[in-house]
């Protein structure tokens, strides 16, 4: 992972016109956190103190089925470098099974990304408990080392669509 | 203000104060006997444990008299800075509990007060009260402090104990509820300076004591906890040594209202202390000096003050030293705490004897004599010493006793029972916190949810006769204004202050579109903060308001409050999350902090423009609780609801009710559990109230607080109950750790539980030496957790056995002996007997058999740091206390969460330990975490107060804001109706339109993500909303920042 974060990993997608970082630029990530899990988890993990990307923004949502995919969309252009979903774990949505309609929608979305030249791993889906204080900074730590090999969104500098 | 200075850009009509006419006087009352007791209860004291009690009987209906002996009310926890085991900031916490009791319509509070004197009976007591003048006028002081700043007087602060100043008029401090400053006459020095100063002449120095007598159901006291004082050990210095000081002093350091401002410095030389050490039970397991008991906390908050000590001065730049004894750290996650304090704070722990302190004349330095556990003496220079004092009972508690005609334990604290935890030996008089014995937050407010629950069961027949219906004033009509946003950015002690540029986040969101108004806080939650809000929202006429602080998950409610009596509609508001989302995450970066707070606060305010007013309906509450579980907790519970005249479901999986009491044949205590287990049972079936299915498992859960539908699988069928409120009282079990210790191979080796029954059927064997392993499958990398009981079931066993038996040698391996509170009683009652301790490694001692046919152990003893193997007849197990495997399962029906060990996780550790996060469910007992029967019986009966707050009312608000359909823009094309969970959208075929049923919709949102042409529209998670947010949220992508 060391060498990754430099930026200068060749890309496996059309997504590479990102590769070249600025020397200062960190990933931005928009988090949709369900208000039962994945936002209490985010929350546990402030009262533990554990430290991540201040490039992280949280949005709270009811439930990750409530994330539209015009939301992520948006977000994509206007040029978040990732979206986190945060989710309950499945059989454990406080809204019975939003979480599975989640699920289907950011596998069509990451279709769509996969189709307009957008590496998909800019759009993640992560089930954090309650509990799970440690699981969500590790998420956003480990999805920003992604972004930081993914290099910006293209779309951030030209925004094409 | 005169209206030509208003600075409202458009004009609005100032109020005309018409002068109030005057009330008509109420009809005299005939003299009309009273049926029934009375409606109304008091509470003696006002720490968290009175304003919790308090607050459960006031939401229930009835009148709540709180007496408080200091000003102000708040007690020991508003002068902590954080609050163990998860670095909650103590004032964030308490400040909404403040504000609660504050307002609360059923609450009236007497300050500055004592009751005198307590006479009638339960149902139909009266009481005295004397409050002492505070010298200003409570009606027309408002708190704005000019008195203090004028006042030349420098007396000492109690509040910082002993470390700060206060001057002779002043408020307890900022935060307390009511904010109405006091003359301390013994400081004072009549210069009357404050007189002529306060605006408002509410100075009055001849005020005289006010003595009102109160007519009360039932009585509870909370009057809490004294510190042991410091210099009660004067080997260590405290009181000639400045650099010696307590506990609660250097809670005072580290908080951001305390004498330094939050920084940590040592009192001599106002340098930062490089190292700094803790010594433990000071005044706590100290038998010479009266008070042999263990003080419960002090193992625990010792290792949260190293681990802010660390963060306040840099984990690389403070040495932080614990001295102990044993390590109590017993309770729900505090075993990882410490391990976490341990691994990753790099806090360094001891286990000694503290000879002595010095102090070093030249440096101020102190060196502290020990003598380790191998038995050398050393010594260690340290910067500064803190002394972890224990708890003893409040100066007044003989007094109070005398007046309430109470018994005292020998200890001098409220004698209770194990099977009725909160019980004086007065009828109608209750206890809780600390009052009963030396605890924690969480067993505080479980004790006075329980205190409440039982005043309750006298006064239930009569709630609502003594309070008057809440009013809020109407709520105006902002839909045809512009948005005319408020933002009030919090610092939060320090909490968000020392990490983001508080004031220029107050700058820039000046500037946002909308925002009139901004300022910043030291506390945005505490009280004299919401009137603050209020007062701007008459004054500019704001109709949103943000509040950027901490997490809308429990602060929201509050400031939703607030604009409600502003007369807004409670959701013209946001929340950012400065706290758990910016500073306590990104502590390294100042800059990026600030700068993702400013975006939070932009998200927020932009969100609040388009927000509209939204209306909940209530609906009829089924008045019947759901009681999962019956064991000793279920059962009480049910008791607990029963006794109110509310109906319970009582469902237990075996056959019988009673879980592991039956299996408990005695107690460390003298009850015997087994009289207690029939009487319990026989209430149960005495009860009307109470419906009991045996055999009986919850496998389905339909609708929302006040309407559940629970489908119980009985012997009978599946049977669906309608109830409003659940409580989960599942319990736990003792683990059999086979394969270990050689169990389940040799009849030789059993667990707690079967020595136990094997002690109770007389067929244990102590024909030879007995061993009792201690943490066998607790404080083990696969399960970091302490059971709890389980180091005080081995000494209970141990003394049973050498009390049947004296001549048996009784061994007592243990890492940390956890015997706390009362229980270090037993603990040296068993060395009295001659049972001997012997301290192990964490690998603990190995059992085998020598050619099959002796049990042999062998240990590494730390005390002589040798090797030992011995023959041993009979090896008894404290086995691990687990949660039951399907609690996932049950967790899932219930969609509550498990902690990462599987035990139910509460909404909140500190302060809602009996709640979860999802309206109307509640939980008690071990399922929560392992504890003992009196914990676990007042958690259960506090539990009931809990759903009571929702049984005893006739209507509730459910959670979450249904959505709706959008008529006009509408296809009546089914997909919302295909996506909904809860069967709640229906598309009218003739109309080929969609409508919500608000009682089954839960506000999730679906509808609205996969409505097509936009209909479906959840509320504050509007399409328009949520798009500006992730705008907002990258803005500087395209501005740059």
């Known amino acids: 992972m060391a060498d990754s974060s430099k930026g200068k990993k060749k890309k496996t997608t059309d997504d590479a016109t990102g590769g070249d970082a600025p020397k200062d630029w960190n990933p931005r990530i928009v988090g949709f956190l369900c208000n039962w899990c994945s936002y209490t988890g985010a929350d546990l993990a402030g009262v533990s103190r554990l430290q991540y990307t201040p490039e992280f923004i949280p949005i709270r949502v009811m439930c990750s089925g409530s994330v539209d995919v015009a939301y992520i969309l948006k977000a994509l252009l206007e040029g ?82 | 203000m005169t209206t030509e200075e208003t600075p409202l ?29 009375v409606g109304s209860a008091l509470v003696i004291g006002s720490g968290l444990a009175g304003m919790q009690t308090a607050l459960d009987m006031a939401d229930t209906d009835i009148l709540v008299h709180v007496v408080e002996d200091k000003p102000g009310i708040g007690g020991w926890m508003s002068m902590l800075d954080k609050t163990f085991p998860t670095n909650d900031c103590a004032m964030c916490t308490l400040a909404p509990k403040l504000v609660a009791v504050g307002r609360h319509p059923n609450i009236v509070l007497h300050t500055n007060a004592r009751v005198t004197a307590l006479e009638g009976e339960a149902g139909e007591f009266t009481a ?29 602060s109690n509040y910082d104990v002993a470390m700060g100043e206060r001057t002779a008029v002043s408020v307890l401090f900022p935060q307390t509820v009511p904010l109405l400053y006091s003359i301390d006459r013994e400081s004072c020095i009549g210069c009357g300076l404050c007189e002529e100063v306060c605006p408002a002449h509410a100075v009055d120095y001849m005020q005289e004591p006010v003595t009102p007598e109160v007519d009360v159901g039932a009585v509870i006291l909370a009057a809490g906890f004294a510190e042991v004082p410091g210099d009660c050990r004067p080997e260590y210095g405290w009181g000639r040594v400045p650099n010696v000081i307590t506990a609660p002093q250097f809670e005072r350091v580290l908080s951001a209202s305390g004498p330094y401002g939050g920084e940590v410095l040592r009192a001599s030389d106002g340098t930062h202390p490089k190292k700094i050490a803790w010594l433990q039970c000071v005044g706590s397991r100290d038998p010479h000096h009266g008070r042999p008991y263990c003080s419960s906390v002090c193992c625990t908050y010792a290792t949260k003050e190293a681990i802010i000590a660390k963060e306040h001065l840099g984990r690389e730049d403070v040495d932080c030293h614990i001295f102990f004894m044993d390590m109590r750290t017993y309770g729900k996650a505090f075993e990882e705490y410490y391990n976490r304090a341990k691994d990753e704070y790099k806090v360094k722990y001891t286990r000694c004897r503290i000879g002595e302190v010095r102090e070093d004349p030249a440096t101020r330095d102190l060196i502290i004599l020990y003598e380790d556990e191998a038995g050398n003496t050393r010594t260690e220079t340290f910067d500064m010493v803190v002394l972890s004092t224990g708890l003893e009972p409040p100066e007044n508690s003989t007094e109070l006793a005398e007046t309430f005609g109470i018994e005292l334990d020998e200890m001098g604290y409220a004698k209770t029972g194990v099977f009725s935890p909160v019980d004086t030996t007065r ?61 009030f950015v919090c610092h939060c002690g320090i909490n968000i202050g020392s990490v983001v540029d508080v004031p220029d986040v107050v700058e820039y969101a000046k500037n946002l ?35 950027a602080s901490c997490t809308p998950r429990t602060h929201e409610p509050l400031f939703q409050d607030t604009i409600s009596e502003a007369a807004l509609n409670p959701h013209l508001f946001d929340l950012a999350s400065l706290r758990e989302h910016v500073s306590w995450v990104h502590q390294g970066d100042h800059a990026a902090a600030t700068r993702k707070a400013k975006r939070l606060v932009a998200m927020s305010v932009d969100k609040v423009r388009h927000s509209i007013p939204v209306h909940k309906e209530p609906s009829a509450v089924e008045p019947t609780g759901l009681v999962l579980g019956g064991g000793p907790a279920g059962i009480a519970a049910a ?73 119980i699988r009985t012997p009978q069928g599946d049977q669906t109950f ?61 399960r970091e957790y302490c059971s709890r009981v389980s180091c ?78 011995r023959k041993i007849a009979t090896v008894v197990l404290a086995a691990a206390t687990l949660p039951y495997g399907d609690s996932p399962d049950l967790g899932s029906i219930l969609k509550v969460p498990l902690t990462e060990h599987g035990f139910f996780l509460e909404a909140h550790m500190k302060i809602r330990p009996l709640d979860f996060a999802t309206d109307g469910v509640f939980l008690a007992g071990s399922c929560h975490s392992p504890k003992f029967l009196n914990e676990a019986i007042a958690q259960a009966i506090g539990a009931a107060s809990r759903a009571a707050t929702i049984l005893s009312n006739p209507t509730v608000v459910p959670e979450g804001l249904p959505s709706y359909v959008d008529s006009a823009r509408c296809t009546g094309c089914g997909t919302c109706e295909e996506n909904c969970a809860y069967a709640a959208i229906t598309v009218d075929e003739e109309k080929g339109v969609a409508s919500v049923n608000t009682v089954l919709c839960k506000g999730c949102g679906t509808c609205a993500a996969v409505c097509p042409s936009g209909a479906a529209v959840s509320p504050k998670f509007e399409k328009d909303q949520i798009i500006n947010m992730i705008e907002d949220a990258l803005l500087p992508a395209r501005g740059g920042t």
């Not at chain 2, 008509?24 to 006997?33: D, F, G, H, I, W």
């Not at chain 2, 460390?668 to 045996?694: F, G, H, T």
């Not at chain 2, 050619?851 to 740091?865: R, S, T």
């Open chain 1, 80 to 161: 978040a470098d990732g979206v986190l979903i945060g989710g309950c774990h499945l059989g454990d949505c406080h809204y019975l099974n939003g979480n599975y309609k989640a699920r289907r929608r950011v596998a069509v979305v990451k279709e769509v990304m996969e189709g307009v030249g957008l590496d998909p791993r800019r759009l993640h889906l992560e089930w954090i408990s309650a509990s799970e204080s440690g699981k969500f900074a590790k998420t956003v730590s480990t999805f920003d080392e992604t972004l930081r090999q993914l290099g910006p969104n293209p779309l951030a500098k030209e925004r094409l669509l």
């Open chain 2, 9 to 37: 850009e458009d004009n609005v009509e100032p109020e005309v104060q018409e002068a109030p006419e005057a009330p008509e006087a109420p009809e005299t009352p005939e003299t009309q006997k009273r049926v029934g007791p």
């Open chain 2, 128 to 156: 005295r009260i004397v409050e002492r003048p505070r010298f200003i006028d409570a009606d027309k002081c408002t708190g704005c402090g000019f008195c203090g700043q004028y006042c030349p007087v420098e007396a000492i």
């Open chain 2, 427 to 487: 009828k109608g008089v209750y206890v809780c916190g600390a009052l009963e014995g030396p605890k924690d937050i969480p067993d505080t407010v479980a004790q006075a949810s329980a205190a409440a629950a039982r005043a309750e069961a006298i006064i239930a027949p009569s709630r609502g006769t003594e309070t008057t219906p809440i009013e809020l004033p109407e709520e105006r009509d902002v839909t045809v204004e512009e948005p005319k946003i408020g933002v």
């Open chain 2, 513 to 547: 579109p909308n925002v009139v108004y901004a300022e910043h806080n030291l506390y945005t939650c505490s009280q004299d903060t919401q009137d603050k809000i209020k007062e701007k929202v008459a004054e500019l006429g704001l109709n949103r308001v943000v509040v």
């Open chain 2, 639 to 711: 008791l607990g609801l029963a006794e109110q005249g509310l109906r319970a479901y009582l469902v237990e999986r075996q056959d019988k009710l009673g879980g592991n009491l039956h299996r408990l044949p005695h107690l460390m205590e003298d009850e015997d559990p087994k009289e207690a287990l029939e009487q319990m049972v026989s209430r149960v079936e005495a009860s009307e109230n109470i419906e009991v299915l045996l055999s009986s498992e919850l496998v389905e859960l339909g609708g929302v607080i006040g309407n559940f539908d629970a489908t």
């Open chain 2, 722 to 782: 309608h109830v409003g409120a659940i409580i989960v009282a599942t319990g736990a079990f003792e683990l059999e750790p086979k394969g270990e210790y050689m169990f389940g191979e040799d009849d030789r080796v059993m667990t707690a539980i079967q020595a136990g029954e094997a002690l109770d059927r007389g067929d244990f064997p102590m024909d030879g030496p007995v061993a009792f392993v201690h943490c066998v499958g607790s404080r083990i990398p696969e």
């Open chain 2, 792 to 869: 005080s079931t081995a000494v209970k066993n141990a003394i049973h056995t050498k009390e049947r038996s004296p001549e048996t040698d009784v061994i007592m391996s243990h890492r940390d002996l956890r015997t706390y509170g009362y229980r270090e009683l037993a603990d040296r009652r068993a060395r009295e007997r001659g049972i001997q301790f012997v301290r192990v490694d964490n690998e603990g001692p190995a059992v085998r058999t020598k050619d099959g046919k002796d049990l042999m152990m062998e240990w590494v003893d730390m005390i002589g740091q040798k090797r030992v193997r």
